[in-house]
């Protein structure tokens, strides 16, 4: 299946920071998925991006799409307590792989 | 509640033992998905079936046996699993198969002990 990387694997903030995580695929994507998974829980979407360079935001998120499709990022501003959990890409091919995953933890 | 529905949530098997994972979804969805989660690894896709045809096999040992009756049900049959087959099993749905496969719909996972 497609792989996709996903850096860095744990980020460690104080509440109030920003955060960001990085996807990186080695073959062009046709579109790129964000998921959020709380501790305890299961992954719950968050937002698909599909074209290059798009830019897409969600109160304190934002999400880009490379320009040549094979990376993305998500940034989040300000974190917050509620912000906490593994936040994976998930790489559009034939078949839906997920990345590692990167787990947020903020510290208040 | 996401649509996605898993039973039973927990279950405890000896590696002798013979189980089945049930997963129902109520999205009209044409493809279904079983997830794999073990502690410190990523989510590993193990099986995918879309109107109900397998499309793909992950290289799953035999173990493990799905099946999928209809579009809205999917079952994963366990037999003499292994204590490394320990996990979060997650089951997932979605509206497309393929390139448009679409959102994702998580159930709730059913947590998977082997003694």
């Known amino acids: 299946g497609q792989q996709v990387m996903q850096i860095p694997q744990y980020q460690h903030v104080q509440e109030g920071e920003d955060f960001t995580t990085y996807c990186n695929s080695s073959?062009?994507?046709?579109?790129i998925q964000w998921y959020k998974q709380r501790p305890g829980g299961h992954p719950v979407f968050l937002i698909q991006?599909?074209?290059?360079?798009e830019v897409k935001k969600q109160k304190r998120l934002t999400f880009q799409f490379g320009e040549a499709k094979k990376n993305s990022s998500l940034h989040i501003t300000a974190t917050q307590t509620t912000d906490v959990g593994t936040y994976f890409c998930v790489g559009g091919s034939y078949i839906p792989t997920f990345g590692r995953g990167t787990s947020l933890i903020v510290h208040p | 509640e996401t649509g996605v529905t898993q039973t039973p949530r927990h279950l405890v098997m000896g590696m002798t033992n013979k189980k089945s994972l049930k997963c129902e979804q109520h999205l009209g969805h044409n493809a279904m998905y079983w997830y794999k989660q073990s502690a410190k690894k990523p989510l590993e896709l193990m099986f995918v079936?879309?109107?109900?045809?397998?499309?793909e096999n992950n290289s799953v040992p035999s173990r493990f046996s799905p099946e999928c009756p209809n579009s809205s049900h999917l079952f994963l049959h366990l037999h003499t699993l292994q204590p490394e087959d320990s996990a979060l099993y997650l089951c997932?749905?979605?509206?497309?198969?393929?390139?448009?496969?679409?959102?994702?719909?998580f159930g709730e996972g059913s947590r998977l002990t082997v003694l």
């Open positions: 073959t062009t994507l046709s579109n």
């Open positions: 997932a749905s979605s509206q497309g198969q393929g390139a448009n496969t679409g959102e994702l719909f």
């Open positions: 079936y879309s109107l109900e045809e397998r499309v």
């Open positions: 991006l599909v074209k290059s360079g």
